[in-house]
């Protein structure tokens, strides 16, 4: 399987605690993150279980939990817990 299939693929999955508690450690941890997520996201709406995907950047080991909707777009606004910390939509 190529990469960019492998990347389309949840990684993983994580209760609605478990992600919010890595999504706020992310945020805290980056401050600039905060803002981006005001911007550019909404809230994300009560689910018990969210995906995790591994983050594509090369190099990052990290994962993307999901932060919230994407505000303009129909996608989910994720963020990497890894060395990167960037966003993506999924």
């Known amino acids: 399987m190529t990469s960019n299939v492998g990347q389309s693929y949840p990684y993983t999955s994580e209760t609605e605690t478990e992600r919010a508690a890595a999504v706020a450690a992310v945020v805290a941890a980056r401050d600039e993150l905060a803002g981006k997520l005001a911007a550019e996201s909404r809230p994300l709406d ?3 279980r969210w995906w995790v995907w591994k983050c ?3 190099g990052c080991a990290g994962l993307l939990h999901a932060a919230g909707y994407a505000a303009d777009l129909h996608a989910v606004f994720v963020i990497c817990d890894g060395t990167c910390g960037k ?4």
């Open 46 to 48: 009560h689910n018990e």
């Open 56 to 58: 594509p950047t090369l």
């Open 87 to 90: 966003t993506y939509l999924r």
